[in-house]
């Protein structure tokens, strides 16, 4: 497979995961601020463990193609985090 679509993948699978995050952080909030925060820190680490460990052994890239991949998973998460928020808009 192409590291187009490793890119595409890694950008898209970070977009939903972001997405789920943050829905399972506020859900978790609901019942416990603690549990939701900490949750989240956990769940999140996690995550970027197992995307390391599973790319590590899928791919062999150069590091330009590894900077493009980090950049593609980040925007991701980001674009998911913000769009879940303006969505889903937090009561405080």
């Known amino acids: 497979m192409s590291i187009t679509l ?4 890694a ?13 399972g952080v506020y859900k978790l909030m609901e019942q416990r ?16 463990y ?3 460990t599973f790319g590590e052994e899928m791919l062999t890239v150069t590091v330009s193609e ?3 991949l980090v950049l ?3 925007a ?3 674009l998911g985090v913000l769009g879940t928020l ?3 808009e937090p009561e405080i």
């Open 50 to 52: 197992a995307e390391a």
């Open 86 to 88: 303006l969505v889903f």
């Open 33 to 48: 601020v603690a549990a939701g925060a900490f949750g989240g820190v956990l769940v999140g680490a996690a995550i970027i």
């Open 11 to 23: 950008f898209v699978l970070n977009l939903l995961v972001g997405a789920a995050l943050v829905l």
């Open 72 to 74: 593609a998973a980040a």
């Open 66 to 68: 590894m900077k493009l």
């Open 76 to 78: 991701g998460s980001v």
């Open 6 to 9: 490793w890119i595409g993948g």
